[in-house]
């Protein structure tokens, strides 16, 4: 089947690619996915991404392993999402012996039909001689009334993680089972201390209160402070188990993920057709070293060699692509392009040129070269996921560049932390999406191309 | 010698020199980095070491003595095994070794049974790898092919529509199928284990052993099925109906022969060669697949041992099993060049160049 020959214009193609509904489909995805990485490329360079992405302590505010905040329209169980409990004014301030005491009452309304998943308080402190002390109290919706420790607090930057004070916990269970009178025949949690109605074993509903005495040295002591009752559920696309929002790393990795796949099949395309034109143009010894380099290739067995080279030499996502193009330039297409050339090089107007005394490259660039790429766009088109595959494959094995976020990488962040067996779905799914939508459009557009450009196949 | 046996004795030899440059190049790149030079010397340096820590007829000597007695003996080992001749030399050697598959001791792995030689790891590993990955793409080619052939009758219909219109969901390789059906069939229905070859403690019979087995390979098979299950069907549809407007079709269509004769003498057979053609490539494919498919199924295959090796840093095995793929491949071509032989007339008169 020649292909070749077909007379095709870049803007003939277009206009009939606009003819398949499945093409404008794929085109559409692809304009979002193009904007979206636009956007994250103008706001946050890829270096400086790949640095928050590694920063644990940017995190620390969000919820671990959330799931997305809209899996809530779908349930009818409803997910806490992120409740924060903010300082504002004192209302009391007394003296306490030499001491000073700042009292804080902050409430909050908590309405969903689960326990949040941890309560930490943040202090941010400076102070002359004595640490200060804080008292946190919890009163509940029903009245009831816990006192969650007195604690000493450091200079700078600290917090409370009361959800693993297992001394607190046990006191608080114990108190609990004497006011039931019965015993608990399991080992409560802090959130359902602090939450659970425990005459009915279900989520109280209402406002919370809480307490905080801040006692102080001097009148110049500072304590910030803030409470977060970490929710299950967060944003558009969850957390991951390190805090961080996959919707910053789903919208990062985008520009990643398809400029390594159009970058990769773009060059290693061209590349192939210059060698094929080449090979088929030259012929003789030219033409054999070259075929014999492609057998060559076909038995380099091709992601091992990636893998070997990736693991012994360490590098970024950009020489990974040069060593993926280096390693695919001889692949097999070389041939079936090589037929082409061969085809076209017998064409009258290919001897006319040769008959005004054209150059060869002259010939092979301006005269061949052009007819070939029209043909190969279809392939080009459907090569890309596979290359956007193939960086999550190598993310997955491990062995991606970690300066960046891709979402190959988060999936296998995921699969490692074991979020398949944990049931935390949406971690592995939405990084998943996006790169199953950005494979689809990709197929969806060449495969349409492939009909226009190889009109055999339009018939059927 | 029949003219069939010289060709393909002849492609052998070409076959062969082309593993062997595959393999130096794989050992130059292993080595540009000094890598297997500076771990062979390390690991000598080690044994010497060990020698003279144990030597009784050493035990009076100083620590400074000791050092030297141990660099002095090291570089004798050194030279020995011929560690200080210039690399191009000793590349050759290493390329010998390779090919004759005397691959050495591992660094950190060991095989099942417990042997550090990186030969009885790679056989250990291989036949699940063979097992796993010639089931896939001979299922894949028989529903492609049938399903193909059925469908260029239907040409047109709903379900033809519906092929077309489902074959990008092949954009998506079967690894990453695999992950969502682990999802499915593990995580949430709970009917088939999510990875490894057999149940653990392993089933004492036979029967029950092929039967834990079939059950582990069913989630990695079906991933590579729904992988290429529409793409494959959709092009040899297409193949088929190219062949099917071919002119000596129509003839054998005018001349009144049954529909099923003219798919199976005028359709079948002159597309046989690029079936096959295809069908190697399908298994040459799914071996450089095989380290992330068996990574993500836990299937301890040879994929999964270069996946672990990769996290040991283990040269000696990541090589190995290089050039075991390398061979793979080649053993893969050459059979397709034999089939070839066998069912191309052209190639069978010894006239054509195969492939």
């Known amino acids: 089947m020649s292909v070749v020959s077909e007379e095709l214009s870049l803007k003939g193609v277009v206009r009939e690619l606009l003819s398949y509904k499945s093409a404008i489909l794929g085109l559409i995805i692809l304009a979002g996915l193009i904007i979206l990485s636009i956007y994250a490329v103008l706001f946050t360079p890829f270096a400086k991404s790949g640095a928050l992405w590694n920063d644990q302590q940017v995190w620390l505010k969000y919820p671990r392993t959330a799931a997305p905040a809209w899996t809530n329209i779908f349930s009818s169980k409803k997910l806490p999402e992120n409740v924060y409990v903010n300082m504002g004014k004192p209302v009391n301030v007394s003296k306490e012996g030499t001491r000073i005491k700042r009292t804080y009452v902050s409430k909050f309304s908590y309405n969903y039909d689960d326990t949040p998943s941890e309560i930490i308080f943040f202090f941010n402190t400076s102070y002359e001689k004595l640490r200060p002390k804080v008292s946190i109290y919890w009163m509940k919706p029903d009245g009831e009334n816990l006192s969650l420790g007195t604690y000493r607090i450091r200079k700078g930057g600290t917090s409370i993680y009361l959800s693993n004070n297992l001394r607190l916990i046990s006191d608080l269970q114990e108190k609990i089972e004497e006011e039931l009178g019965k015993k608990i025949n399991k080992s409560l949690t802090l959130e359902d201390i602090l939450f659970r109605d425990f005459k009915t074993g279900g989520i109280l509903k209402g406002t919370y209160t809480v307490r905080l005495d801040v006692l102080v040295k001097n009148e110049t002591d500072r304590v910030e402070w803030q409470g977060i009752v970490y929710g299950k559920v967060y944003g558009l696309a969850g957390t991951d188990d390190k805090r961080r929002p996959l919707h910053l790393g789903l919208l990062w990795g985008a520009p990643i993920a398809l400029a390594f796949g159009l970058v990769a099949s773009l060059s290693i395309t061209f590349i192939q057709l210059i060698i094929s034109a080449i090979s088929g143009y030259y012929g003789g010894r030219v033409d054999s070293v070259i075929q014999r380099l492609t057998e060559i290739y076909m038995i380099l067995p091709f992601l091992p060699m990636l893998v070997l080279v990736q693991l012994l030499y360490g590098m970024n996502l950009w020489r990974l692509l040069l060593l993926l193009i280096v390693l695919s330039i001889f692949g097999t297409s070389v041939k079936t392009y090589r037929v082409w050339v061969m085809q076209l090089k017998s064409y009258p107007y290919v001897e006319a040129a040769k008959a005004y005394g054209a150059s060869n490259m002259r010939i092979i660039f301006l005269y061949i070269l052009p007819r070939l790429i029209p043909p190969t766009i279809p392939s080009l088109v459907l090569a890309v996921p596979g290359y956007v595959f193939l960086e999550a494959a190598l993310a997955f094995l491990g062995l991606s560049d970690v300066n960046i976020v891709t979402w190959g990488r988060i999936v296998e962040e995921a699969f490692s932390e074991g979020a398949l067996y944990k049931g935390y779905y949406h971690w592995v799914l939405m990084p998943s999406l996006m790169l199953v939508i950005t494979a689809i459009s990709f197929a969806l557009i060449g495969i349409a191309l492939d009909r226009i450009v190889n009109p055999k196949l339009k018939e059927m | ?355």
């Open chain 2, 1 to 355: 010698m029949p003219p069939v046996v010289k060709v393909l004795v002849k492609r052998a030899l070409i076959l062969f020199v082309i593993v062997l440059i595959a393999t130096y190049i794989t050992i130059l790149v292993a080595n540009v980095g000094g890598y297997i030079d500076d771990l062979k010397k390390k690991e000598i340096e080690f044994q010497v070491a060990q020698a003279v820590q144990n030597n009784p007829q050493y035990k009076d000597l100083s620590p400074a003595e000791k050092t030297a007695l141990i660099k002095k003996l090291a570089q004798v080992e050194i030279k020995r095994q011929g560690l200080d001749q210039p690399f191009i030399i000793r590349s050759f050697r290493y390329l010998w070794d390779a090919i004759t598959l005397d691959l050495g001791r591992a660094e950190k792995m060991t095989s099942d049974s417990g042997s550090r030689s990186v030969r009885i790891i790679i056989l250990e590993r291989l036949p699940q790898t063979i097992l796993l990955f010639t089931t896939a793409t001979v299922i894949n080619f028989f529903i492609g092919l049938f399903g193909g052939l059925s469908l260029s009758r239907k040409f047109g219909s709903f379900l033809d529509k519906l092929v077309i219109y489902l074959s990008p969901t092949s954009a998506i390789p079967g690894w990453f199928y695999g992950i969502f059906l682990i999802m499915i069939f593990y995580t949430w229905l709970h009917v088939l284990p999510p990875g490894g070859l057999v149940d653990y403690p392993p089933p004492p019979d036979p029967v029950g052993y092929v039967l834990s087995v079939l059950k582990h390979m069913i989630l990695p098979l079906l991933s590579w099925v729904v992988s290429s299950f529409f793409i494959g069907i959709y092009s040899n549809r297409t193949f088929f109906l190219l062949y099917s407007t071919e002119d000596y079709v129509e003839v054998a269509k005018a001349k009144g022969l049954p529909p099923r004769q003219i798919e199976r003498r005028y359709i079948l057979r002159p597309a046989l060669p690029p079936i096959i053609t295809q069908f190697a490539f399908a298994v040459v494919f799914s071996w450089s697949g095989a380290i992330i498919t068996e990574t993500v199924f836990n299937w301890p295959g040879l994929g999964l041992a270069y996946y672990q090796a990769i996290n040991l840093v283990d040269v000696p095995v990541i090589v190995g099993i290089t050039v075991v793929f390398g061979y793979l491949i080649a053993a893969t071509v050459f059979i397709l060049e034999i089939l070839y032989g066998l069912v191309d007339p052209r190639i069978k008169a010894g006239m054509g160049e195969a492939l």
